[in-house]
């Protein structure tokens, strides 16, 4: 794909594969090479001369040139900006996690601060804001041992750290970080002290990530409860409804459940404000500017008002794509078939069919430049 074939603004190739999505933050993007590791690598492997895979690149939103780059080893999760800090997830995969590192990097490409997961252990970042970042370790029960969540300050000093099972997504507020694990629980811990605030068992072995709406936390997914976010104590619980998808916008809780059902939940009680049966069963879903898109698995692609569940469009593709507002428009992303196309946001209209020859990772909005990367190792920015 050439910048001339219709709403591509730039293309780079950075000479190794791109695993996880960009992060773009202001007038920069930023894009980790990356490798694909089998079997329990070896040390050796992290001992050979970096190549591009092993590389953050800082990239100019507007045309794509390289503004600098950096020395970090595989980076196996999307980037995190916060201020002038670029928060990267390092290492290799295998049957063990081998060498992840979480690292600080500041915005002009130069290493402020590294932290080391313990041997044999996978990292993932369970959040990041101005106040610091909590991080969490997991095994996937392959090579046992004690899981920690860690909260590190902006200088990357360890502000504290506790056992917790394998935790492995989380969200988080001024005051607490809300951590899932695969053993069925969502914790919240003082994101000052560390101590247990309160633990909420689920009915699914891995829940998904929490969604914290106002006063309330959304748990769960086969059966969604309502926590209450300092407590802990349960305000509701809605049994049985298999969600495939949560999200939340003014105020509001959006769902998508197995039975191809899209709902609006008041989070406060969890009573329905609205309720609209799409007629199949999973979906993707996302709020942005007064509208829920869902994307279900026979490959409608549905825009709804958020307010009313009014159907405002619907279009049709090949199989399920994920939605990512951007804008004025909205993408209907499928990374599974190596395209995504780009549809007006009021009204479905088809702008653009972007192809990529490789498996893309997320679209991620920016500034007018929306950007995407592949295995094969091209960035792309989307021009709105």
């Known amino acids: 794909m050439t910048p001339d074939q219709g709403g591509v603004a730039w293309r780079v190739d950075l000479g190794a594969a791109v695993g996880a999505?960009?992060?773009?933050?202001?007038?920069?993007?930023?894009?980790?090479?990356?490798?694909?590791?089998?079997?329990?690598?070896?040390?050796?492997?992290?001992?050979?001369?970096?190549?591009?895979?092993?590389?953050?690149?800082?990239?100019?939103?507007?045309?794509?040139?390289?503004?600098?780059?950096?020395?970090?080893?595989?980076?196996?999760?999307?980037?995190?900006?916060?201020?002038?800090t670029v928060y990267v997830v390092r290492g290799y995969d295998g049957l063990h996690g081998h060498g992840y590192q979480v690292r600080g990097v500041g915005t002009d490409g130069h290493e402020l601060w590294t932290h080391e997961a313990p041997s044999l252990k996978f990292l993932t970042v369970l959040g990041a804001d101005a106040s610091g970042m909590a991080v969490g370790t997991h095994d996937d029960y392959l090579s046992g041992g004690e899981e920690r969540v860690t909260e590190l300050t902006p200088g990357?000093?360890?502000?504290?750290?506790?056992?917790?099972?394998?935790?492995?997504?989380?969200?988080?507020?001024?005051?607490?970080?809300?951590?899932?694990?695969?053993?069925?629980?969502?914790?919240?811990?003082?994101r000052a002290t560390g101590e247990t605030r309160w633990t909420v068992e689920t009915t699914e072995l891995r829940p998904p990530a929490p969604v914290v709406v106002g006063e309330t936390v959304l748990v769960g997914a086969m059966d969604l409860q309502g926590a209450d976010r300092t407590s802990g104590d349960r305000r509701w619980v809605r049994e049985g409804l298999d969600l495939s998808g949560v999200?939340?916008?003014?105020?509001?809780?959006?769902?998508?459940?197995?039975?191809?059902?899209?709902?609006?939940?008041?989070?406060?009680?969890g009573s329905t404000v609205w309720t609209r049966s799409a007629g199949t069963n999973w979906a993707w879903i996302a709020v942005a500017g007064g509208r829920l898109y869902a994307g279900w698995q026979d490959g409608a692609l549905v825009a709804r008002d958020t307010d009313?569940?009014?159907?405002?469009?619907?279009?049709?593709?090949?199989?399920?794509?994920?939605?990512?507002?951007?804008?004025?428009?909205?993408?209907?992303?499928?990374?599974?078939?190596?395209?995504?196309?780009?549809?007006?946001?009021?009204?479905?209209?088809?702008?653009?069919?972007?192809?990529?020859?490789?498996?893309?990772?997320?679209?991620?909005?920016?500034?007018?430049?929306?950007?995407?990367?592949?295995?094969?190792?091209?960035?792309?920015?989307l021009a709105r």
């Open 247 to 269: 999200a939340a916008a003014d105020g509001t809780a959006f769902a998508a459940t197995g039975d191809g059902t899209v709902l609006a939940l008041d989070p406060a009680d």
């Open 156 to 190: 990357g000093d360890v502000r504290w750290q506790r056992a917790f099972d394998d935790a492995y997504a989380g969200a988080l507020d001024a005051e607490r970080a809300y951590v899932s694990a695969y053993t069925d629980r969502v914790r919240a811990f003082d």
């Open 21 to 84: 999505a960009p992060a773009v933050a202001g007038d920069r993007v930023y894009v980790g090479g990356w490798r694909e590791t089998y079997g329990t690598p070896t040390p050796a492997r992290g001992d050979a001369p970096p190549g591009a895979s092993d590389r953050l690149f800082a990239l100019d939103l507007a045309d794509g040139s390289v503004a600098w780059d950096y020395v970090a080893g595989p980076v196996q999760r999307q980037p995190r900006v916060v201020g002038d």
């Open 308 to 381: 009313t569940g009014e159907r405002l469009w619907r279009e049709t593709f090949d199989g399920a794509a994920r939605p990512v507002p951007a804008g004025e428009r909205v993408y209907a992303h499928r990374p599974d078939a190596a395209r995504t196309v780009a549809l007006a946001d009021d009204d479905g209209t088809r702008q653009h069919t972007y192809r990529f020859g490789a498996r893309p990772t997320a679209v991620v909005p920016g500034d007018g430049v929306d950007v995407v990367a592949t295995r094969s190792g091209s960035v792309y920015g």
